[in-house]
């Protein structure tokens, strides 16, 4: 016990890097990914054609690969001429990748509402944007719920996917303690760290689930 109350703050004061990531993923992503889906339902061929090509690529490759094509890749590329630090790089991926689950999982949800509703917004006189905010996006956000809990869940663990850019995260400073002193109780504090964090986004969402059961 001794060992792991030593090397405990260390590992914590990399929290705010896991942390931030998390909520910074979290706001840029979700109205990203909510713009991303009716672009995907848009009249314009491109658009949607241009969007779905995005999703397409975002989910077929994997995070890490994206993580390292834009820290390593890009410099390269361009000659050192677009070059992002270690925390701005990962936010930019993190949301670029997270927006485009987030746009299938909200598309789905618009496309579940009926198109009566709309319809009879329309017959009184609600204009489109209202009928979206006030009618549609309420009931898209309760019918997306726990598709968009576990993606919640999934960003947590994500956010440990910056230990191969060297974000001095929680993972990546528990992995100079394992090396140095040679034991995995490091990564054992790690994994409890990542598990209440878990913990308490299941707690939320599943409250927000229970505010929502009014919209039928």
């Known amino acids: 016990m001794h060992y792991i109350f030593s090397i405990l703050p260390d590992i914590l004061s990399g929290l705010n890097i896991t942390v931030g990531l998390f909520f910074l993923t979290l706001i840029g992503a979700t109205p990203l990914g909510i713009l991303m889906a009716l672009g995907m339902r848009s009249q314009f061929f491109v658009l949607r054609w241009l969007l779905n090509a995005y999703v397409w690529v975002i989910r077929g490759t994997p995070l890490m690969l994206q993580l ?3 820290y390593f890749g890009l410099p390269i590329a361009t000659n050192n001429e677009i070059v992002f ?5 990962a936010v930019v991926v993190f949301i670029l990748n997270y927006s485009g689950y987030f746009a299938e999982i909200f598309r789905g949800g618009i496309q579940a509402i009926p198109q009566a509703q ?4 329309r017959v009184l006189g609600i204009n489109r944007r209202k009928t979206f905010q006030k009618i549609i ?3 898209v956000f309760k019918i997306v719920l726990p598709s968009f809990g ?3 869940i999934n960003l947590i663990k994500d956010t440990s996917l910056g230990y191969v850019i060297s974000l001095v995260d929680i993972l990546y400073i528990a992995q100079g303690h394992a090396v140095a002193d040679v034991t995995l109780l490091p990564y054992v504090i790690v994994a409890a760290i990542y598990l209440i964090f878990t913990a308490l986004a299941t707690l ?3 409250r927000i689930e229970f505010n929502y059961r009014e919209w039928k």
Do not use: G, S
């Open 68 to 70: 390292m094509f834009v």
């Open 85 to 89: 630090p270690k925390m701005t790089a």
């Open 118 to 121: 709309y319809d009879a917004a």
């Open 137 to 139: 996006l309420p009931q």
């Open 150 to 152: 576990n993606e919640v």
């Open 204 to 206: 939320i969402m599943k």
